[in-house]
Structure formats: structure tokens, C-alpha cells
């Protein structure tokens, strides 16, 4: 058992030598990393070639359709939005609203970085909230440092919830309890870290000064949170969390404005009086992401869902449905493009920029852009949900209609390369422990590859499973995993390249991380004994 779990952990082993040890690109380790899972698949467990490839092919097209084709939708319209400077315009309402610079903070790094986080993630909420914060005269390490702290909350819900809905894909788990789950760990998590982004530039001493402000941003992003994510769904959990703290902080704010604001040293707050701006202007730069929320909630209505899904009658055209890898019709590849955010976004982008004076020629321009752009993470995303479907293969795989084996001997169970690393923990791990190391998964996951969507893909499972063979709940622990990625998101050595370069510190990354970890560590701590407490203390709050 303890040889066939250590082969199977090559390819993790591959991951974490090339992405944070070598510090090599995801996009030019990942495929070695799937050359090795297939190849270990085939040569150490056994698995027939052809079931082996067309297993890989089937998690490739996943990583692609609907998975990076999410971020795709969101970045085309962020890029468009920002060569024809309507981002600078929604960039500027968030910068000029308020001089003191805790509350900068919590406004620009906490609420605007979790609407961008839920509209596209890709860096972009650590890239652009701390380009800002620069801007606005804060010194280099302390807005990296700000902004990757501030970058945890909406993480597992970014990218319009792709990470969770990755992780329901590969476990087969509910998506709904995923999500409810997720936010019970993410909602309180949050508050404590609106507190953390304040504590992180000011220390103690600037904590009580913000209290207000701190409590309106906290509690407006997670009570959204929790509401959103328990009783509307995933994909737009983050978004509609980001926009309730920008407009609680914004009226907040308004009325504090005699209060005497936190400046840093050498700071004149007669320099940087708040701009005026106006309000068709800044609803304008706001149209498209208000009817993404719009739409995504409307084609996911009881009465519409069967009809964007391909599930109602003459409307099977919304659905591409193609068997690859199993005869099972539950395990077919399936892309609702008509109902997938990416498509939406797209949509949504569409109706808004004539109001906006924006041609569809700049659309267009900026859709090949895009698409050059986004391809080291097509591939490194591709590549891993690749890995992880092989990783997920077992057999025998049986035919619903001829009841034989379509892969594999009816008499020989063949286990995944998944199960075998969950059956070695399961025997070196005790029940009451392994809640406590739950968390790590996601954490370690998002450091091998800086991506949520990557660690779910390759921890999903074993979250589940390792669950289920020692009577737990998998929904609790494939979440925890989920959560802890936030975590990992602090201290995910891509995470932190892109925070180094957006405020000119390319090669201090070390530095960065020595200050990020002083908050990754006390997070993991508080989400593991939270599993735990959930787990054997009030397992009845566990969806």
C-alpha cells in the first residue's frame, strides 16, 4: 500500500519541485507533470492506454470548456473596460472617495479586490487594487503585502465560483453543499481578515481609529457572503459580496468624512481631496458586471435553469454533450455553453458597450488578445484537470446497457491512483486528526500551482474519499480543502510575482512571502480547528 501511495503522488512531487522550488512557470511543468501521471497510470497501476488517454482528454476539455473559458468571458470585457478607460474611471471613484488610508485599504485592497476576485481573479485582484494603492502613496511592500492579506475571503467563490464548481465536477459532489459549506468556513474568515488588512499596514495602533469602518466592510462582505452562497448559489457569491462592501464602505464613508482621517507620515490631506464624480458615469463604468448579476440570477431561475441547461424539451441546442472516456451517460462530457458564466459575461458585456461608447471592433480586438494572453494558464489549467482526471480513474468501468465491463476485469477492482493516496492516509491518520490537516490540502494545493481551481482538481477527490473511509463528512472536507486555499493564496509563489511586479519589486519576492506567511499560518490554525469543531462538535451545521 505505502509504495502504490507513493507512486502515486509522483506527479504532486513533479508539481512541487518545478512551480515553488525551481520556481519554473505552471504553464512548462505542468505537462511534465502529465506526462508523468500518464505514464504512471499506465506503466505502475496498470490502466489500459487507450481508457488511460481518452480519461486525460476528458479532464483537458473540462479545464478548458467550461473551466478557463469562465476567466476568458470575465478578462475579454476587463480588458475592453480598461483600453478604453472605463476601468481607470471606476479605478479613480475608488481611489479619490476617501483620504484616510486604513480605509483605503479595506475600500480598495478588501472590497474592490473581492469584486474583481469574483469577476475574472486571473491576478487581477492583487495586480490592480495594490497598482492603485502605489499610486495613492503607499509604500511598495506594505500594498503588496495589503492586498495579498485582503485577497483571501472571496477566493474559493472567484471567477465567478469556478473553483467551486471545479470541485464539484471531480467529486461528484452537490454543488449547492459545496457552496453552502464553503461559506460557513469563508463568511466568519473574512470578517477576521477585514480586521487583518487594517492590522497589516497600521498594526494595533490603527485598529481602533477603524473600527467602523472595519465592521461595516467585514460584516457587509460576509453576511453577503453567507446569504449568497447558502441561498442563491455559488457562481455569484463573490461579486454581489465585493459590491455590497464597496457600497456599505462608500455611504460609510460619506458620513465619516469629518472624522480625523489616518495618514502615513509626511502626508498633506489638503493634496488628495476627494474628485467629484458623476453618477451616470460611474453607473456606466458599473453596467456590465451589474448585468452579469443580473443575467447569471435570471438564467438560473426554477422555471428558466431547464431551459439554458439543455434539459427542456427543444432546447437541447444549449447543451454540448459528447461521450469520450465512459459509456456512462452520467459521466459524459457535458458543456452548457449557453449557461456557463463565460458566455454570460460575454453577453452581458455586449448589451452594455453601446451605452458605453464602446465599438464592437474593440471587442473583437481585444477577444484574440485575450485569448494570447490567457494561454500558459490554458494550458497549465488543461494539464491539470487532465492529471486529475486520470488520477480519478478506477475500474472496472461497466456498460449501463450490456452490464460487462467496458475497461477493465468485472472480477478485479482497480482502484484510482486517488484512493490509493486516501487509503494510505485513512491507515497512517487518525479520525479525529485528519480534520485538522484537512485544510492543508488547499493550502498546499494553491502553493504547487497558484490556482483554487487547480487544488480542488487535485484534491478534490482525495478530500472525499479519505472522508468517506473514515466516516466523515466529505462535503465538510472537500470545503475545508477549498477554504484553506485562501491560504495558500497568501503565500502561492505566483500570487506573489504578480504582487511584486504590479508595485515594481520584481526580485523581493522573499521578502513578500517572509511578511504574507505571518498571516497564513494563524488562518490554517483558526480553519483547522473550525473543521474540527464542525466535524465533532456541531455536525448538525453541516449541510
Known amino acids: 500500500m ?3 501511495a507513493l507512486a502515486a503522488t509522483l506527479p504532486l512531487i513533479v508539481l512541487l519541485i518545478g512551480i515553488p522550488l525551481m520556481m519554473k512557470p505552471a504553464a512548462k511543468v505542468a505537462p511534465i507533470a502529465w506526462l508523468v501521471t500518464v505514464l504512471t497510470a499506465i506503466f505502475v497501476f496498470h490502466f489500459p492506454a487507450k481508457v488511460t488517454l481518452l480519461a486525460a482528454l476528458q479532464g483537458g476539455l473540462t479545464g478548458l470548456f467550461p473551466i478557463m473559458y469562465i476567466p476568458f468571458g470575465a478578462l475579454v470585457v476587463y480588458n475592453v473596460l480598461k483600453v478604453t478607460g472605463w476601468m481607470d474611471k471606476m479605478q479613480g471613484a475608488m481611489a479619490n472617495l476617501t483620504v484616510d488610508r486604513r480605509a483605503q485599504a479595506l475600500l480598495i485592497a478588501f472590497g474592490f479586490g473581492a469584486f474583481l476576485e469574483g469577476i475574472c481573479g486571473f491576478g487581477a485582484p492583487v495586480a490592480i487594487p495594490a497598482s492603485i494603492l502605489v499610486g ?5 511592500m506594505m500594498a503588496a503585502l495589503v492586498c495579498l492579506v485582503a485577497n483571501t475571503g472571496p477566493v474559493p467563490f472567484g471567477s465567478l465560483a469556478i473553483p467551486t464548481v471545479t470541485l464539484a465536477k471531480t467529486t461528484g459532489l452537490d454543488v449547492m453543499k459545496l457552496s453552502q459549506m464553503t461559506g460557513r468556513f469563508m463568511a466568519p474568515l473574512a470578517m477576521i481578515m477585514a480586521f487583518a488588512t487594517v492590522y497589516a499596514m497600521s498594526k494595533s495602533k490603527g485598529l481602533r481609529g477603524a473600527l467602523g469602518t472595519i465592521l461595516v466592510a467585514g460584516l457587509s462582505f460576509s453576511i453577503t457572503e453567507f446569504l ?3 441561498f442563491i448559489g455559488a457562481d455569484l457569491t463573490s461579486v454581489l459580496a465585493g459590491l455590497a462592501c464597496l457600497i456599505s464602505v462608500s455611504i460609510y464613508l460619506k458620513f465619516q468624512k469629518h472624522a480625523q482621517p489616518w495618514l502615513f507620515e509626511g502626508d498633506a490631506p489638503a493634496d488628495r481631496a476627494p474628485a467629484e464624480f458623476h453618477f451616470k458615469e460611474l453607473f456606466l ?4 458586471y451589474l448585468l452579469l448579476a443580473v443575467l447569471v440570477i435570471a438564467v438560473n431561475l426554477p422555471k428558466t435553469k431547464p431551459l439554458f441547461s439543455g434539459a427542456a424539451a427543444g432546447w437541447h441546442w444549449a447543451v454540448i454533450k459528447v461521450q469520450i472516456s465512459d459509456p456512462n451517460p452520467a459521466k459524459f462530457y457535458a458543456f452548457t455553453w449557453l449557461q456557463t458564466p463565460g458566455t454570460i459575461m460575454l453577453i452581458a458585456g455586449a448589451i452594455a458597450f453601446p451605452f458605453m461608447g464602446i465599438k464592437y471592433s474593440v471587442m473583437g480586438e481585444q477577444v484574440g488578445k485575450t485569448f494570447k494572453q490567457m494561454i500558459p494558464s490554458f494550458i497549465a489549467v488543461a494539464c491539470i484537470l487532465s492529471i486529475a482526471s486520470v488520477m480519478n480513474l478506477a475500474l472496472p468501468i461497466i456498460d449501463p446497457k450490456t452490464k460487462l465491463a467496458f475497461a477493465g476485469d468485472l ?3 482497480q482502484i484510482s491512483m486517488v484512493a490509493t ?3 494510505g492516509i485513512v491507515a497512517m491518520v487518525s479520525k479525529h486528526v485528519y480534520p485538522l490537516l484537512s485544510p492543508l490540502f488547499g493550502t498546499i494545493g494553491v502553493f504547487l500551482t497558484g490556482s483554487n481551481t487547480s487544488a480542488n482538481a487535485l484534491f478534490g477527490n482525495l478530500q472525499k474519499l479519505t472522508a468517506q473511509g473514515m466516516g466523515l463528512s466529505d462535503i465538510l472536507m472537500a470545503s475545508a480543502g477549498s477554504a484553506g486555499a485562501s ?7 505566483q500570487s506573489i510575482v504578480i504582487a511584486a511586479a504590479a508595485v515594481g519589486l520584481a526580485g523581493k519576492e522573499g521578502l513578500i512571502m517572509r511578511q504574507t506567511i505571518k498571516y497564513t499560518i494563524p488562518y490554517v490554525i483558526l480553519l483547522a480547528l473550525m473543521t474540527f469543531g464542525f466535524a465533532f462538535l456541531f455536525p448538525g451545521l453541516v449541510p
Open 2 to 4: 505505502l509504495l502504490g
Open 285 to 288: 463604468s458599473w453596467l456590465p
Open 487 to 493: 491560504a495558500g493564496k497568501m503565500i502561492s509563489p
Open 421 to 423: 493516496m486516501a487509503n
Open 411 to 413: 472480477a478485479v477492482k
Open 136 to 140: 495613492l502613496g503607499y509604500n511598495p
Open 228 to 230: 449568497v452562497s447558502n
